[in-house]
């Protein structure tokens, strides 16, 4: 990573936590200044590298979605449009597991295992056959958490009716806790299944995939 990039980096790192904390808070308390500020704080994550580089059309992009998005709040929707963020992230990350499924692709979890841990331990006995089971698995779970949100969000917007308790806690707060959870309790059999083989601890190895997505996303697949 250039010496420049990672200040940058950082920063982000240090607030992405903050998007799901206000967005949470919005939509337990019903106060739509955090709702919106948890909307602009993601689509300022989002555009910084370009805004930092001053590219006009970035900054010309981002003013005018910022406008949009107070317009959205001025009416009531900012909630409806963060209710559906998540629901497009998981649908594009279930999409992007599940393309690495294809004849011919390198699974998209024996990549991160590569490029993390290296090729040797990729060919440890056992572990490539797992890896593609892991990208099974979490291409299935993005898809059914995106099309769980999906049915809760147009039941929102087309039923008169609230939403159950149960479905709002899960829509807002379950939503966000399932990810962490599913990926500590596969850590957890990972250690179990494969115990032949020395991993990396839980913190070390979220720390290094955060460090390291831009290039476990944007990196070349290997195909056979």
């Known amino acids: 990573m250039p010496a420049h990039e990672l200040p940058l980096r950082r920063a982000t790192l240090a607030l992405l936590p903050l ?5 949470i808070a919005g939509a337990v ?36 979605a910022v ?33 690495s499924l294809r004849a011919g692709r390198e699974p998209r979890v024996a990549r991160f295992i590569r490029v993390l841990e290296g090729e ?9 056959r797992y890896a593609r089971g892991v990208t099974v698995f979490w291409t299935a779970l993005l898809a059914l958490q995106a099309l769980i949100l999906a049915a809760l969000l147009l039941r929102g ?24 959870l599913a990926f500590a309790l596969e850590y957890a059999f990972r250690r179990w299944h494969l115990r032949h083989v020395q991993h990396p601890g839980l913190h070390a190895q979220a720390l290094q995939m955060m460090q390291r997505w831009p290039q476990l996303l944007h990196g070349t697949d290997r195909h056979r």
């Open 19 to 23: 998007y799901p904390v206000l967005a």
């Open 29 to 64: 308390t019903h106060r739509a200044a955090l709702s919106l500020a948890a909307l602009l704080l993601l689509l300022t994550l989002w555009m910084l590298p370009r805004l930092v580089a001053g590219t006009p059309r970035a900054w010309v992009g981002w003013g005018a």
């Open 67 to 99: 406008l949009v998005a107070v317009g959205l709040a001025s009416i009531g929707l900012t909630d409806r449009l963060l209710d559906a963020v998540p629901l497009l992230i998981l649908a594009g990350l279930a999409l992007w597991f599940g393309s």
């Open 120 to 128: 040797a331990q990729l060919a440890q006995p056992g572990v490539a």
């Open 157 to 180: 917007l087309f039923d008169a009716g609230d939403l159950p308790r149960w479905a709002l806690a899960y829509q807002h707060v379950g939503g966000y806790l399932l990810i962490p």
